[in-house]
DNA sequence: CTGTTAGCGCATTCAA
DNA sequence: TTGAATGCGCTAACAG
């Protein structure tokens, strides 16, 4: 930033005194053992000549950035925001910076983004990437010495701790309530396979159908988590259901974003939501509520999601190490204006 | 991360040479002075260890922490996630990364925020925080030989490149389409005085309305940028104007939640959109479409916004020093659901 | 309570 | 083409 600001070096000469005393002077936890007044005679000269203590040097020395990656799968799905938003209202006042890292583009950006973090040698990592098939590289991160936490997101087997909304319960909440409403006939609209989301998701899901025979699920189809993955997919499944007898009249979604584009789905094609197609979505995120109709959807406490990860993390950071447990927070439906009892 | 990483000088024993034959081969810049043959030595002895470069003592010895700082007002508004990613798309691949620092509170955190990132030795800064009063702060900076952008936001005499939307030509699209639909009485619902933002759209609204004698301005609200200011500041405006008579059929907000805001006091008072009140957003922040009704609105290139500022900046850093400069973008009016003409 | 000494890991200048 | 020496700015032993 400035090329040219002072030093320890130069407060000590303008202070008169060495500069491990102004390093002391300078840090609250060694403060004590000055004397006030050279405390003071140091932080005075500090003053004066603008003195910016440089975090690169004294992470060098200390072996600690003071930062934590922070990896997100995609900065543009508002379910992040809040999240990060959580994160950092419990790493910074911890005195730690967030590295957040986006990785769009998939597995690739995803080592990129590693790589690029522990070069700058990050204290920790709080991870929102949602590859299920990483179970592995978490063990082998773990071996290496580096300190996690896996947020929103599920795992096989993690050495990490993990923070998640409860998505079986919330699934159940779903599509009781959809059955209900009467619904016989329910699809679920997921997201990419071997997602940690998806597989948790669908599991419940499936799980659900086994447990009510009564209900016919007809489908299962599968997209980005996105609007226009939720798009297609509902285009696909009134595609393939032409006489609207068997289609099913209502759908849960992977989550709110694909709940969005089957809106949007319904909308071209001149249906309407709730009277010819119930959607449930999932998270609640930002604005779910703004939808036209007000999206019935999955609250997930994202804030907190995002606090928690970041409290378990410093634990870790100060050694205060809970290693491997599962934090799941129960979640609540959000009933709103896009379900109704199906037509007829 | 991990506290038991090689350094270069194991990769050197490993290999067989000396130190900085190791940091040479592994440099792309100083690679070709070097025989294949070595090279390709060191560079198996790096992957055999698993070697991770040190970039805080890089960053010590050739003081450049390749860190951006990127400070943002609220990253809960939804105009931010953009314009971070197209910083980001530019950032990244030109080797830096990006330190999205939320202000969230003001003022207090603004000014701990800069200090939190010069420590970090960040070289380069993006500035999307609007308040206007810091104009002589970024003279300052400019003196210190800090490089940096401001995005999102005018300033009264920057030394530092802008990059922003014509907030004049939106604002007056905006209200040309108003009075194109025949209203005759309209409102503008700005955001905080102080902020560039503000300041700027409320000077094109009374600019407009001085060269339109024929259409009333009615009032000018003052509130938080959020939909919680917009509700209020709509209900005053209701409040104050008992007799629909003398009420104003439309308002320009200042931004797309305040436009969500002055929604919901519509709905909650019965009152709807656009019949009984027009309503036209600043943005066009993702979703705004899916409001309902969808929000007219002024169309602000924001992932562009951010790609621009952020290849000022990395000109910058390269020493292709632009300094001062205005880069203003185009916008575009959306005209959508919220307006319509006026009643009777 | 304060000074001395040492070295974190790296890039770079100067020799060879 | 490679090696040797130096120091970026700081904190942490260890003395005194």
Same mark, same amino acid.
């Given at each position: 930033?400035?090329?040219?600001?002072?030093?320890?070096?130069?407060?000590?000469?303008?202070?008169?005194?060495?500069?491990?005393?102004?390093?002391?002077?300078?840090?609250?936890?060694?403060?004590?053992?000055?004397?006030?007044?050279?405390?003071?005679?140091?932080?005075?000269?500090?003053?004066?000549?603008?003195?910016?203590?440089?975090?690169?040097?004294?992470?060098?020395?200390?072996?600690?950035?003071?930062?934590?990656?922070?990896?997100?799968?995609?900065?543009?799905?508002?379910?992040?925001?809040?999240?990060?938003?959580?994160?950092?209202?419990?790493?910074?006042?911890?005195?730690?910076?967030?590295?957040?890292?986006?990785?769009?583009?998939?597995?690739?950006?995803?080592?990129?983004?590693?790589?690029?973090?522990?070069?700058?040698?990050?204290?920790?990592?709080?991870?929102?990437?949602?590859?299920?098939?990483?179970?592995?590289?978490?063990?082998?991160?773990?071996?290496?010495?580096?300190?996690?936490?896996?947020?929103?997101?599920?795992?096989?087997?993690?050495?990490?701790?993990?923070?998640?909304?409860?998505?079986?319960?919330?699934?159940?909440?779903? !599509?009781?309530? @959809?059955?209900? #409403?009467?619904?016989? /006939?329910?699809?679920? &609209? $997921?997201? %990419? =396979?071997?997602? +940690?989301?998806?597989?948790?998701?669908?599991?419940?899901?499936?799980?659900?159908?086994?447990?009510?025979?009564?209900?016919?699920?007809?489908?299962?189809?599968?997209?980005?988590?996105?609007?226009?993955?939720?798009?297609?997919?509902?285009?696909?499944?009134?595609?393939?259901?032409?006489?609207?007898?068997?289609?099913?009249?209502?759908?849960?979604?992977?989550?709110? !974003?694909?709940? @969005?584009?089957? #809106?949007?789905?319904? /909308?071209?094609?001149? &249906? $309407?939501? %709730? =009277?010819?197609? +119930?959607?449930?979505?999932?998270?609640?995120?930002?604005?779910?509520?703004?939808?036209?109709?007000?999206?019935?959807?999955?609250?997930?406490?994202?804030?907190?999601?995002?606090?928690?990860?970041?409290?378990?993390?410093?634990?870790?950071?100060?050694?205060?190490?809970?290693?491997?447990?599962?934090?799941?927070?129960?979640?609540?439906?959000?009933?709103?204006?896009?379900?109704?009892?199906?037509?007829?």
């Amino acid at each position: 930033m400035s090329r040219l600001s002072a030093t320890i070096d130069d407060v000590a000469r303008v202070a008169g005194v060495h500069r491990s005393t102004v390093s002391r002077a300078l840090n609250p936890q060694t403060q004590v053992k000055l004397s006030p007044e050279t405390t003071r005679r140091v932080q005075q000269a500090a003053r004066k000549l603008g003195y910016v203590p440089n975090a690169v040097a004294r992470g060098l020395r200390t072996n600690e950035s003071m930062s934590v990656g922070v990896v997100i799968p995609d900065i543009l799905n508002p379910i992040f925001p809040p999240i990060i938003s959580g994160i950092d209202s419990i790493l910074r006042p911890a005195g730690y910076t967030a590295l957040v890292t986006d990785i769009q583009g998939g597995q690739n950006a995803y080592e990129a983004a590693l790589a690029s973090l522990r070069q700058r040698r990050v204290d920790g990592l709080i991870l929102a990437t949602a590859h299920l098939d990483d179970g592995e590289s978490f063990h082998r991160l773990h071996e290496q010495g580096v300190r996690a936490v896996l947020v929103n997101r599920a795992a096989a087997s993690s050495p990490f701790p993990l923070v998640h909304g409860d998505d079986t319960g919330g699934m159940r909440a779903a !599509l009781d309530h @959809l059955a209900t #409403l009467g619904h016989v /006939r329910i699809a679920h &609209l $997921h997201g %990419p =396979e071997g997602l +940690s989301t998806t597989e948790g998701r669908r599991a419940a899901f499936d799980e659900w159908s086994r447990q009510h025979p009564e209900v016919t699920v007809t489908a299962s189809y599968c997209g980005p988590l996105t609007a226009e993955g939720g798009q297609e997919i509902m285009d696909a499944l009134l595609d393939a259901s032409t006489e609207a007898q068997s289609r099913p009249t209502a759908v849960v979604t992977g989550n709110d !974003l694909m709940a @969005l584009g089957a #809106l949007r789905s319904l /909308r071209v094609r001149g &249906l $309407h939501c %709730p =009277e010819d197609m +119930s959607i449930v979505g999932f998270n609640d995120m930002p604005f779910a509520d703004e939808f036209s109709p007000p999206l019935t959807t999955v609250r997930v406490p994202l804030r907190q999601l995002g606090v928690e990860s970041a409290r378990l993390l410093v634990q870790q950071l100060h050694g205060e190490g809970s290693g491997a447990m599962e934090l799941t927070f129960p979640v609540t439906l959000m009933v709103r204006g896009s379900t109704a009892p199906p037509r007829g």
